[in-house]
């Protein structure tokens, strides 16, 4: 059994959660602005960049098996304190590797520890939420979010002050030392009542799976994919289709994250007037459309500008107008699928998660590599109505599972960040 704690250690331990969160979320999108550089630097063209991106998702695939032993042994403190340590070395080593197959071998790797960071990160925060006898996750998750808005907007200004190399060492080496201190006031082995006798729950064979989680790990592809594409491709596009400078160019996702932001904290209350998949449902439906508008629009308006800044101009107040629209869309999209996940019959809560992520990596892998290969093909505005049609889709899922769920109570809702996903395996 652990040990009894304080009200102050509890919050302290907390505390420390949330600037974890906030710090991971700092982290990264630390590399965004940055994105069109790093293709250049590599030498290669946007399939082969999909490519990357999208075969490096394996290393998770391995944390996935692996880090419940590790955890099991070494408790998810230590754990969280070495994988950290390697993702902020994978993020500087960035700014010097010229080579695309050993930037793809430094991704791998990368996936890796980030994901048994965050399979740590999950299970000190189940623990803790056990301990303080409720829910908290959606709070972490809101941190997550407010650290990847200011990390857009810190890491577009830095990208037209400092040289890549610099900005990646200086930014990971920050949040790094951050990490360090909060990490002092996580919950140790002992407060966690860490023990390495304890018993696995009893695995469901695959083969079982109901066929209802197969449909919220498409609908949870298909609503987080928009957000992964905004990750991966909006720095490009500002560049590529609007012509932007880095700092500029960070301004559509920075407000994009900042209107998810307002959508997930604002999320409780709605949640008492609407079911969750219904919110998701009408996000996914208008979103997919204002997210469409402010594709096309702003291409066109770029592709006619002839050297006209006032154009250019209105093209990012057109794009910035309706990302927010999309972003408040999407932010019921990711927490209402992995709360849906609850209500599987014939698997516990982790079981579900655990499959769904795994599904869900799966189908990310080859959509990221299919991505960069319409890119190549149609171009990257024609390509974007894959991450639409996606977002789209997303909204006529949560639309079914409304209908066939039960009502959940808000603060019953668990949260979870789509970009910096909450991994769950099963022991």
Partial sequence: ??????????????????????????????????????????????LGWGAIIGFSGVGSFVAFALTSRVVARFGNTPVMKVSTVM?????????????????????????????????ALNGQSVKLEKRLGRVMLGSLHGAWSVGAAISAALSGWLASVLPLWIHLII??????????????????????????????????????????????????????????????????????????DATRGA?????????????????????KRIHFSAMSAWGGLVGSFAMAIGVFWPAALASSASGNPALIDAALLVQVVFYSIAGLGMASMVPSFFSAA??????????????????????????????????????????????????????????????HSKRIKADQLVAFPPTGPISVVEK
């Fill in 251 to 271: 301004i559509p996702y920075t407000v994009f994250t900042l209107a998810m932001i307002a959508g997930r904290f604002s999320s409780g209350w709605l949640t």
């Fill in 1 to 46: 059994m652990p040990p009894k704690l304080s009200e102050a250690r509890l919050k302290s331990a907390r505390l420390a959660l949330l600037a974890i969160f906030f710090i991971q979320g700092v982290v990264a999108i630390t590399t965004l602005p940055r994105i069109p550089e790093l293709i250049k630097q590599i030498h290669v063209d946007f």
């Fill in 342 to 403: 609850g209500d599987v019959r014939g698997l516990s809560t982790a079981q579900a998660l655990s499959r769904m992520n795994f599904a869900t990596a799966v189908l990310v892998m080859i959509a990221k590599t299919f991505m960069g290969a319409l890119a190549t093909g149609v171009g990257l505005v024609n390509a974007m109505i894959f991450p639409l049609t996606t977002f789209f889709v997303a909204g006529l899922i949560s639309a079914y599972v409304a209908k």
């Fill in 87 to 119: 993702v902020a070395l994978g993020i500087a080593a960035q700014g010097f590797i010229t080579n695309s197959v050993l930037f793809f071998i430094v991704l791998l790797v990368q996936a890796f520890t980030y994901s048994m960071f965050n399979i």
């Fill in 171 to 244: 930014v990971p080496a920050v949040c790094l030392v951050a990490f360090m201190i909060a990490n002092q006031f996580l919950l140790s082995n002992e407060e966690e009542g860490h023990s390495r006798t304890d018993k696995a729950e009893k695995s469901v064979p695959w083969s079982k799976t109901p066929s209802y989680l197969w449909l919220l790990s498409l609908g949870l592809f298909a609503g987080m994919w928009a957000e992964l594409v905004m990750m991966d491709w909006s720095a490009v596009f500002s560049d590529n289709v609007l012509g932007l």
